[in-house]
Nanobody, 124 residues
């Protein structure tokens, strides 16, 4: 499985971006797809998850009410709509896939596949 993330860029404070992550194939029964981010010198942290079956969503406190994760089953793609961006949102954003059946985890070590990452920079 290959994950291809795109959509990052430079945006001003208060602006919006949409990230996309396309999976080459999804042959697992009930995978979880998530977004993580990693700022310079910091650990990779959970941003949001969506279950492929049922579309249940989960968010880190940092993105609640500002970020929306969604999926397009036909395209094997997830999205992260980010609004009201802040300088502290600046990071490399990674999409990840956990093939475990329907169990959402925020621990990056449990994820089986990762995309290369896309840079998001929010200027003040």
């Amino acid at each position: 499985v290959q994950l291809q993330a795109s959509g990052g860029g430079l945006v001003q404070t208060g602006g919006s971006l949409i990230l996309s992550c396309a999976a080459s194939r999804l042959y697992f029964r009930s995978p979880i797809m998530s977004w993580f981010r990693q700022a310079p010198g910091k650990e990779r942290v959970f941003v949001a998850s969506i279950t492929w079956i049922g579309g249940r969503t989960y968010y880190a406190d940092s993105g609640k009410d500002r970020f929306t994760i969604s999926r397009d089953n036909a395209k094997n793609t997830i999205y992260l709509q980010m609004n009201s961006l802040k300088p502290e949102d600046t990071a490399v954003y990674y999409c990840a896939l956990d093939r475990t059946d329907g169990i959402v985890t925020t621990n990056p070590s449990t994820y089986d596949y990762w995309g290369r990452g896309t840079q998001v920079t929010v200027s003040s």
